[in-house]
Nanobody, 129 residues
C-alpha cells in the first residue's frame, strides 16, 4: 500500500522560507510523476510543482516559478519542496501526490490532479505579512 507523509509545514514571515518533505512508503516513486498541490480556504486545490522522477525534470505553476524548487532523493524515497520568498498568498494546506502509473516519457509531469492517484494528508503552511 502506497503511503505519503508530508512534513515541514509551519509558519513563516513574508519573504521567509520553508522546506516541505514528502516521504513515500510501500512503493518506490522512481519512474512516476510526483506533485505538490495546495488548497487555500475557499479555493480549489491547485498544482504548484511536479517532478518527473525518471529524468528529474521539474514543472512549476507560474505563481511559484523562481521561488519554489522541487527535488527528489531516490535513496530516501522522498520528494522535497523548497519554498523561498514566501508570500501571504502561499498560505494553504500543501499535499504531495504520486501518479498511479509510471511515466514513460522524458517530458514534464502534469500540474493537474489526474494522473495523481495517491495523496498524503497535507501539511499546513501559513505566511504572515
Amino acid at each position: 500500500q502506497v503511503q505519503l507523509v508530508e512534513s515541514g509545514g509551519g509558519s513563516a514571515q513574508a519573504g521567509g522560507s520553508l522546506r516541505l518533505s514528502c516521504a513515500i512508503s510501500g512503493y518506490t516513486f522512481s519512474g512516476y510523476c510526483m506533485g505538490w498541490f495546495r488548497q487555500a480556504p475557499g479555493k480549489a486545490r491547485e498544482g504548484v510543482a511536479s517532478i518527473n522522477t525518471g529524468t528529474g525534470s521539474p514543472n512549476y505553476a507560474d505563481s511559484v516559478k523562481g521561488r519554489f524548487t522541487i527535488t527528489q532523493d531516490s535513496a530516501r524515497n522522498t520528494v522535497y519542496l523548497e519554498m523561498n520568498s514566501l508570500h501571504p498568498e502561499d498560505t494553504a494546506l500543501y499535499y504531495c501526490a504520486r501518479a498511479r502509473f509510471i511515466f514513460r516519457t522524458p517530458g514534464s509531469c502534469s500540474l493537474s490532479e489526474p494522473p495523481y492517484y495517491f495523496w498524503g494528508q497535507g501539511t499546513q503552511v501559513t505566511v504572515s505579512s
